[in-house]
């Protein structure tokens, strides 16, 4: 089964010692600038609070701040490596520069391309998995590859029209024998229990497995490469390549997939040269090494209290942290081109996913804490992504302690003695060019990036051109900045409201993700509303206190009291593409064009959105019954079959509209009632239901 042949040269046997070695001194010398910029920063925060930290309520924004300055340093420090590391022509240690020029000569290996999918738009979802498959054609490669749509909707609408286009994708690219089609009948844990069960069942066949997103687009180049890759790389479990954000219609989706195209690549390049073998799995646009995957990184449960308890929720993170503690290695390959995913396209739907990945990134401290032997830098990334979320109910709390110590200043008398038992007054200081200073330097670490990300897509040539020249880059990136200021403080209180669910342990509906739906004013207007009347409270409060007070607050006040306006307009779809017809926010596919996109946009809408509407397609016509028969199961009598035998008549008689949505899924899963149907539907008379869809529909 395996055609792979050991290609790796004797000088790179002991490869694994050098970028560890190597790994060590980046991160030691990483740990000591931003440790030195904190305690310099800390000081400073000392310096510019009235009592220097010598109460509680000081000491506590102290340690606040240099915990969000910490957070804030680290990923200074990435763009900057990553930044260098560009402008040197990438790092030396990369797969993908140690192994490129010897590509060509490598041979491939059967690889199985997964597609987890729930309840998501089947011409979006099924239109990039044939872009996918046409561009892998293109490559003369696709004879290694079979594709596999994994499915867990549990919609009858969705799923029967999700068979319909898989057979006729089938049909259409020739992909009978590579292209296949597999929906559970009980969708335990998720995505991970998905692709579990795709395991058990095929995964001993396959050498490889690339994992994708209903969202995913990879060029047929790219799968090719990431397999010869892993062909010479045999100590590699895991090669997560770094996606870009793609197809955004909207404002909201347009501002993240520009983020995203241009920061990004500093920011992957710098990760990727800090973590070398150690990197994280994403759970998507990645390939795995199956039988390793298969062997290390099976989920177990938690055993913990409350949310510590239970079934693993976010499983790519655990999963490479794993495939490392078995001895193997992750590689996380920014270099790697033509990847993409798609952007939610409101600001709703990314908190309602980031509420998801709260819940799970939270639960990774037990790992963090007590999982044994996971290496210190898997570690370190649960570390990472609880902070993603964590920073901002920290942040909250800043603000709220600051806006207490700025009212014990006004409204409370000086206290001398801060410090019990002190023999000596404090006198409270003012440093307004100290705080001013922090303030400055603060920024300049959040912005800094951004003007390195700017000037290096202005020294790579071609790439300023890619985004359609220098002024539509420059102001496409001053807008970016507008947005992002405008949507933090928004997040911020999610977050926060995230974080604290999660530590009650709140339980999630696990739903498909809206990836075209603009919202509504009302929606927007409910769901902000707290953090509205929250902002409105704080900011009068603020007025009322010192004007001077007030103007500080406004930066977080102002976009949390027009949250509601700030979610609809920036998830409007009209705004998105006007703002790209004046030439804003445009990004390298959409200015030299992309026929993976181009592909996708050519797929045909289903009619899956129209209720019944598969079902009935299932039933009248000829070829789809037999192919949702040959998919369905069948029932040997008893009290399931005897229900059955009721419903089929009732929907003969009455048509699907008389059934509930559970009952069409029991007769579009039971073979018998589909043939049934069938037969009777087309021998119905002309004035019946089925008489008139037949003659509706001439078939």
């Known amino acids: 089964m395996n055609t792979a042949v050991d290609t790796t040269a ?9 970028w560890k070695l190597r790994a060590a001194i980046r991160r030691l010398i990483l740990t000591t600038l931003v440790l030195g910029q904190v305690t310099v920063g800390t000081q400073y925060m000392l310096f510019v609070l009235p009592y220097h930290g010598s109460d509680w309520l000081e000491l506590s924004l102290a340690v606040l701040f240099a915990i969000l300055f910490t957070w804030i340093s ?18 030396s240690l990369s797969l993908l520069r140690r192994h490129g020029k010897f590509l060509d000569q490598t041979p491939m290996a059967r690889t199985a391309v997964v597609m987890p999918i729930y309840n998501e738009p089947i011409e979006r979802t099924l239109g990039g998995l044939r872009a996918v498959y046409r561009s892998l054609i293109a490559t003369g490669q696709s004879e290694h590859f079979d594709f596999f749509i994994l499915s867990d909707s549990r919609d009858p609408d969705i799923w029967l029209s999700e068979q319909a286009t898989w057979y006729q994708l089938c049909r259409e690219l020739g992909a ?25 069942r095929w995964g001993k066949d396959y050498e490889y497995t690339i994992v994708l997103d209903a969202d995913s687009l990879m060029e047929g180049d790219t799968l090719v490469k990431m397999v010869k890759l892993m062909q010479r790389e045999p100590n590699v479990g895991i090669l997560q390549t770094g996606p870009s954000l793609i197809n955004g219609k909207s404002l909201f989706a347009r501002v993240q997939q520009f983020s995203n195209q241009l920061y990004g690549p500093l920011f992957s390049t710098g990760l990727a040269a800090l973590q070398l073998g150690d990197a994280a799995y994403w759970g998507h646009n ?12 099976g989920l177990r449960t938690l055993g913990g209290p409350g949310i510590f308890g239970g079934p693993i929720l976010s499983h790519d993170f655990v999963e490479a942290a794993y495939m490392g503690r078995a001895g193997y290695e992750v590689w996380l390959e920014p270099a790697l081109e033509g990847t993409y995913e798609e952007s939610p396209p409101t600001v709703v739907d990314e908190l309602t996913r980031d509420k998801r990945w709260a819940k799970g990134n939270i639960q990774h401290l037990w790992l963090l804490l007590f999982e044994p032997r996971l290496r210190f830098a898997h570690r370190m990334a649960f570390l990472n992504g609880l902070m993603s979320y964590c920073a901002s109910p920290l942040w909250l709390a800043f603000l709220v302690l600051s806006t207490f110590e700025v009212t014990r200043l006004i409204l409370w008398p000086i206290n001398y003695f801060p410090a019990e038992y002190s023999l000596f007054p404090v006198w409270p200081e003012f440093h307004p060019e100290l705080a001013l200073a922090l303030a400055s330097s603060t920024i300049g670490l959040l912005f800094v990036p951004k003007v390195l990300a700017f000037l290096d897509a202005l020294m790579t040539r071609g790439r300023i051109r890619k985004f359609g020249g220098f002024f539509q880059l420059l102001r496409g990136m001053l807008l970016e900045i507008v947005v992002s200021i405008l949507l933090a403080p928004i997040r911020m209180l999610a977050h926060t409201r995230y974080v604290i669910e999660a530590l009650f342990n709140l339980n999630l509906s696990w739903a498909g993700q809206n990836r075209t739906r603009e919202t509504r004013w009302w929606d927007a207007i409910v769901n902000q509303a707290p953090g509205t009347i929250l902002a409105l409270g704080w900011s009068g409060f603020a007025y009322w206190l010192d004007v001077m007070f007030f103007y500080w607050s406004l930066p977080v006040a102002l976009p949390l009291i027009l949250a509601a306006p700030i979610s609809v307009l920036s998830g409007k779809i009209g705004i998105g593409l006007l703002l790209e017809r004046w030439g804003f926010l445009r990004i390298p596919e959409e ?10 946009e050519r797929m045909p809408v289903t009619d899956a959105q129209l209720p019944r509407s598969a079902f009935v397609h299932a039933v009248v016509d000829p070829v ?16 399931k079959q005897s229900r059955l035998a ?23 899963k039971d073979k018998e009632s589909l043939r049934w149907l069938h037969e009777e539907a087309w021998r119905a008379s002309h004035d019946s239901y089925w008489g008139r869809v037949i003659s509706a529909r001439s078939y």
């Open 286 to 297: 990645a390939i795995i090494r199956t039988q390793l995957f298969m062997r290390h990184c």
């Open 591 to 600: 200015v030299n064009g992309s026929k993976l996109v181009d592909e996708l």
């Open 74 to 91: 680290i990923g200074f420090w990435l763009g900057l490596y990553g930044f260098v590391l560009r402008r040197f022509g990438g790092d």
């Open 176 to 200: 009978e024998g590579h292209l296949f089609y597999r929906r559970r009948s009980l969708n335990m844990h998720y995505k991970s229990g998905n692709i579990a069960d795709f395991l058990r």
């Open 646 to 668: 009721v419903l089929r008549r009732r929907c003969l008689k009455e048509g699907p509209e008389s059934l509930s949505g559970k009952e069409i899924s029991m007769l579009a």
């Open 624 to 639: 789809m019954n037999h192919v949702h028969c040959t998919l369905a199961r069948g029932h040997r009598g008893g009290v």
């Open 10 to 18: 004797p000088d790179q046997q002991a490869r694994p010692v050098r």
